[in-house]
């Protein structure tokens, strides 16, 4: 299929006229019509002959950018004007917004094609997107088990070639999950350096917004078009963006891979650990130096997210009242209504110095151990998840048990680096299984780097679903 | 370890303009009271003169000139909602202060 | 009063009068749009994925005031969330300033003492909820209101009566005004007043362990009435043995009474804590010493150098100068009559008590024909008035000494004899100012 190739190919095909943006866009509705039904990975799919035509206005546009012409899909979280926007809930079924999110804009603007909106757990509110009203998102690699979440849903369309790159978001880990979970790679990037406006929120002082695609040199390019400054997010961050994608070809040799030894604690499953194991041998193959290092209070991360994550999402989610859009609030699923209620338990005058104000100094905590490993690593490799792909069901039960998936994801949310997931191998049930590398403050250029010497000398990622 | 009754987290719940059916509340309180218990485990964490971080970006002094923009036209401002000669509607009954 | 002493604070909001909206650039201008709901966004619509951006004037505006009032200022400070649930606030939470508000501290001067300010802190306002006529019936929702950057000014309960309060609020209002920040206008509510009202013992210094919130207040004189009225009807209660309860009250200016509005048993939970979505402000030593530079003079230093300057009493020069642009007008004529001896303070005198019709527009040859006439008939030349100021010097070389050696009290006698050589205090301005002259060698 073309869509099996990366975006510079098709982007050089493009420009020599081999092919047309029609071709790419046909190739990913059929993709959608084949596979759609039973991975749900879409909430809205565009009307196709709208697709087509932005495809022929891309084939006949005199400027090309890098994304012209090239089919992508957005985590169902960000608004699109016009374009039915859920973000996973019943709450906001109804809701067509007047206004798009920057980083559509910004893809638009560049010329790529929007195919459809895609599933997720409501609110960015799961791990495994299943708390979802539209049905729980299934892995490409084995229909009875979850995609990951929250963006699940995108993960899910790069696998099966709906598209050529995805937009999701983390939060949590909510790109890194299902990308490991998929076969596919994902840049969760620093916090600020993508613009949040637009992004329907979950945590304000978490949220990144992130590209997601077959490779990191993909990612590289949908990165170098999107990031930067923008004056509608106050947040964002005012540095330079750099060409990601012509940097990629810095060597390895000499660089400092940090292992936390917490990382390879014993709740990692085997096959996981051994997936990380022949990782850091890869990683040592290509003239990297491992080094254990540690970060002490990794067991604290996960009540830290969580207090911080369900106190700002109950203040986030106090708008949706059904008034100027949307509809009422008993829509809200119960593990969304778990979240705000603790969330507000959190705040409440009598709890929220011992649980908010707690949980805040404690993310302190971790920022200052991880600021002190970069005199000794460059950054860090360790697991996403400390399990293969969950089967359906397995984490609904229990929702303290679903929080813990997120024990190696949320460290890096909590001290907002940025963190590359990569396909890593396959369990013996031929489930994906997938690494991180965790990066200094606004080193994208050097985890992409280190991920694109990685995807030379391992096969991983071009492994295809057999769907 | 703390447990919070049903009538509490009902309560919680109001604040957050929620509403618990009386039949699921005794599970909803019981997951919630697990959730919290399990998050009250960072108060084994030596954070006595830690200072909070409350955000993450590393900009300050971030505001816009005194300058006006377009606003959106009326038909994008009640293309959602429930809306009457201009105005957003709201049945008498949510209000309570 | 009784036995009792009136513990009476001030909350006043007040609307900034920036060009666009607190936190998007949306037109500021609720009351003079011509629809409802046509100078909205994103983001004050409370949208999903909007996000704020604070506007810089705002911030200016605010801590302007606060140098003027001579507030401490917070170099280092940020916005919070404070959460409650009502259709007029579109996110469920407001975004304002809890704890580290951009000024504090601080004092007023009024005629009956000191009022001190608490603090001066920066938020959004709320739409504006049109309540159905009929029970059960909808309530409509205009949004242009929801997002104007609104400034509290919270006092210390240092008010002890009702015409203090309403001499407050009139100060600060014209210090608002001066610094063109707002229209501070009360009726279209750019300008809100909100008195908490309590009684304790005469010579008792705790605070009261009640107080009562009086809302809904759009004029100063509703202001005064609702703080007598409440004063009367506390004292009432406490004199059978009764506390007051805490509750929120509203003014009925048909029944002349103070209403029950809600009871306020417990303090709302408003769960604050620092909006993410904001980087804190630094404000730096050159933006204070900008605004500092930028502050006029203020109404209170105006009336002091006038009557200085002029002789006009305090209390007539407080009555013209309210608005600074009239305020300026005023000085420019007194300004010229004063070159022209005509004596400005009787002037001011006649003007505020309405014995002349002659306002700041007239011609200074129409004012200075009509009060020279009027004097003319025994005021003293100029000549004349020369002579005796020469003479009173010469004839009194030891109060001539004290006086340019710095004892400005001296003065006084000396323009005595004078009156007491010219027969006559008619002219005594223009006495005045030759004897001056003569004293300081100019």
């Not at chain 1, 203040?315 to 603790?342: A, H, K, P």
């Not at chain 3, 019936?137 to 203090?164: C, K, W």
Request: aromatic share 8%.
């Amino acid at each position: 299929m073309l869509l099996d190739r990366t975006i510079a190919e098709l982007q050089t095909l493009l420009s020599s006229k081999e092919i047309s943006a029609r071709e790419l866009v046909e190739e990913a509705y059929v993709s959608i019509e084949k596979h759609n039904n039973a991975l749900s990975a879409f909430i809205t799919v565009r009307e196709k002959k709208d697709a087509l035509r932005d495809a022929d206005a891309a084939d006949n546009s005199p400027s090309r950018g890098p994304l012209s012409g090239i089919p992508f899909c957005l985590k169902d979280a960000y608004v699109t004007k016009d374009l039915r926007t859920t973000a996973g809930s019943a709450v906001l079924d109804t809701f067509i917004p007047p206004y798009s999110a920057t980083v559509a804009e910004r893809l638009l603007a560049g010329g790529a094609i929007l195919i459809g909106k895609n599933n997720m757990d409501a609110w960015g509110h799961g791990s495994t997107s299943e708390n979802t009203d539209y049905g729980a998102v299934r892995n490409p690699w084995n229909l009875g088990r979850v995609a990951g979440g929250s963006s699940g849903g995108s993960a899910a369309a790069v696998a099966a070639r709906m598209a050529a790159f995805a937009i999701g978001e983390d939060t949590g880990g909510s790109i890194r999950a299902p990308a490991s979970m998929c076969n596919v790679t994902g840049l969760k990037v620093t916090y600020g350096r993508l613009s949040r406006y637009g992004a329907i929120a979950y945590a304000s002082s978490l949220d990144t917004v992130g590209p997601m695609a077959k490779s990191a040199e993909d990612l590289a390019l949908v990165l170098a078009a999107v990031a930067g400054a923008d004056p509608r997010d106050a947040t964002s961050s005012r540095r330079e963006v750099h060409a990601y994608h012509r940097l990629l070809e810095k060597p390895l040799a000499g660089t400092r891979i940090g292992v936390p030894k917490e990382f390879l604690a014993e709740e990692l499953s085997g096959e996981v650990r051994r997936a990380v194991d022949e990782a850091i041998r890869t990683y040592t193959s290509l003239g990297a130096t491992i080094i254990s290092v540690s970060i002490p209070s990794l067991s604290f991360a996960v009540p830290i997210y969580y207090l911080i994550a369900t106190s700002e999402t109950s203040s986030n989610l106090n708008r949706y009242d059904g008034v100027r859009f949307g509809n009422g609030r008993e829509r809200f699923t119960e593990e969304t209504m778990r979240r705000i209620v603790v969330g507000t338990y959190a705040l409440k005058a009598g709890y929220h110095d011992e649980l908010y104000t707690r949980a805040t100094k404690g993310r302190t905590l971790l920022i200052r151990e991880f600021d002190a490993l970069w005199s000794s690593c460059d950054m860090l490799l360790g697991p996403t998840m400390p399990d293969v792909p969950y089967k359906l069901g397995a984490l609904t039960e229990d929702p303290v048990k679903m929080y813990l998936a997120d024990i190696f994801t949320v460290p890096v949310n909590l001290t907002g680096l940025p963190s590359l997931a990569l396909p890593a191998g396959f369990s013996d049930d031929n489930l994906p299984i997938g690494v991180q590398l965790i990066g200094k403050k606004f080193d994208e250029e050097s985890l992409l780097a280190a991920g694109a010497a990685y995807q030379r000398a391992t096969k991983w990622h071009k492994k295809e679903p057999a769907l | 370890m703390r447990s919070i009754t049903p009538e509490e987290v009902q309560e919680v719940a109001r604040l957050a303009g929620l509403h618990v059916p009386p039949e699921k509340l005794a599970g909803f309180a019981k997951g919630i009271t697990a959730i919290v218990a399990y998050m009250e485990e960072i108060k084994k964490l030596p954070v006595e003169t830690v200072p909070e971080t409350a955000r993450l970006t590393e900009e300050s002094n971030v505001w816009r000139e005194d300058t006006v923009t377009e606003s959106l036209s009326q038909k994008e401002v009640f293309q959602n909602g429930t809306h009457a000669e201009g105005y957003f509607v709201v049945p008498a009954v949510l209000k309570h202060k | 009063m009784s036995k009792y002493t009136p513990v009476i604070g001030l909350e006043i909001h007040v609307e900034l009068n920036t060009r666009s909206k607190m936190f998007c650039g949306c037109k500021n201008d609720p009351f003079g749009a011509d629809t409802p709901n046509s100078h909205v966004c994103p983001v004050c619509l409370g949208m999903p994925g909007a996000l704020p951006v604070p506007n810089k004037k705002a911030i200016e505006s605010t801590v302007l005031l606060g140098l003027a009032l001579g507030c401490s200022i917070n170099r280092h400070s940020k916005f919070d969330r404070k959460h409650y649930r009502y259709p007029d606030l579109p996110k469920g939470y407001q975004i304002t300033q809890y704890e580290l508000p951009f000024c504090y501290g601080s004092a007023l001067h009024t005629s009956e003492g000191l009022v001190r300010l608490r603090r001066i802190h920066l938020e959004e306002d709320t739409a504006k909820l049109l309540h159905a006529k009929r029970k059960g019936e909808e309530s409509r929702i205009d949004f242009n209101r929801s997002g104007v950057p609104l400034m509290e000014l919270v006092t210390e309960p240092d008010i002890h009566s009702a015409p203090q309060a309403k001499e407050f609020g009139k100060r600060l209002r014209a210090v608002i005004l001066y610094l063109g920040i707002s229209d501070a206008d009360l009726e279209r509510g750019n300008m809100r007043l909100e008195a908490s009202v309590s009684l304790r013992k005469e010579g008792e210094t705790a605070l009261p362990s009640y107080k009562v919130e009086l809302k809904n207040i759009n004029s100063f004189s509703f202001m005064e009435k609702a703080v007598l009225f409440e004063i009367k009807r506390q004292t009432a209660l406490l004199e059978t043995g009764t506390q007051p309860t805490q509750e929120t009250r509203g003014w009925h200016e048909a029944t002349g009474e103070t209403v029950l509005q809600r009871s306020k048993e417990n303090a709302d939970d408003y769960r604050y804590f620092p909006d993410p979505d904001i980087p804190p402000i630094e404000l730096s030593e050159a933006l204070l010493a900008r605004l500092q530079a930028a502050i006029p003079e203020l109404p209170d230093a105006k009336v002091a150098r006038w009557k200085q300057e002029y002789g006009i009493e305090e209390r007539y020069g407080a009555m013209l100068s309210d608005d600074r642009g009239e305020a300026e007008k005023w000085e420019a004529l007194f300004s010229a009559l004063k070159k022209e001896s005509v004596p400005v303070a009787d002037f001011v005198k006649d003007v505020v008590n309405k014995k002349t019709a002659f306002t700041h527009t007239a011609p200074v040859a129409d004012i200075q024909k009509h009060y020279h006439s009027q004097r003319a008939v025994a005021a003293p030349s100029r000549e004349k008035v020369t002579e005796a100021v020469a003479a009173v010097i010469q004839e009194n070389a030891k109060a001539v000494a004290d006086f340019r050696g710095g004892n400005e009290k001296t003065l006084m006698f000396l323009l005595g004899a004078v009156f007491k050589k010219l027969h006559t205090k008619l002219g005594a301005d223009c006495i005045r100012e030759e004897l001056l002259k003569a004293l300081r060698g100019r």
